[in-house]
């Protein structure tokens, strides 16, 4: 069972930054960001493996950046510019492979207004 503990999620104007970080209590674990708006399915936001290959929504791309601390086991998504359709609750994924089971994390709530 992998635990994993979120932060830096909050409110913030429309063209403002927010860093989210998830720290997890396994390591060489493949780990990402989703987010799920109000009335919307869950989606992908971006991901990033153990040796650093990273993946991005479209909607994030030249906007967010996925990184990580191998030595703390921690994730970080840095958000800038932000746009007022990138609020919703914002999970921290991970898991060992991709066929293996899913870990998420709590949840951390980002609002951007306009």
């Known amino acids: 069972q992998v635990q994993l503990v979120e932060s830096g999620g909050g409110l913030v104007q429309a063209g403002g930054s927010l860093r989210l970080s998830c720290t997890a209590s396994g390591s060489r674990l493949t780990m990402g960001w989703y987010r799920q708006a109000p009335g919307k399915q869950r989606e992908m936001v971006a991901s990033?493996?153990?040796?650093?290959?990273?993946n991005y929504a479209d909607s994030v791309k030249g906007r967010f950046t996925i990184s990580r601390d191998n030595a703390k086991n921690t994730v970080y998504l840095q958000m800038n510019s932000l746009k007022p359709d990138d609020t919703g609750v914002y999970y921290c994924?991970?898991?060992?492979?991709?066929?293996?089971?899913?870990?998420w994390g709590q949840g951390t709530q980002v609002t951007v207004s306009s």
């Open positions: 990033i493996t153990d040796n650093g290959n990273t």
């Open positions: 994924n991970a898991k060992f492979a991709p066929w293996s089971p899913n870990y």
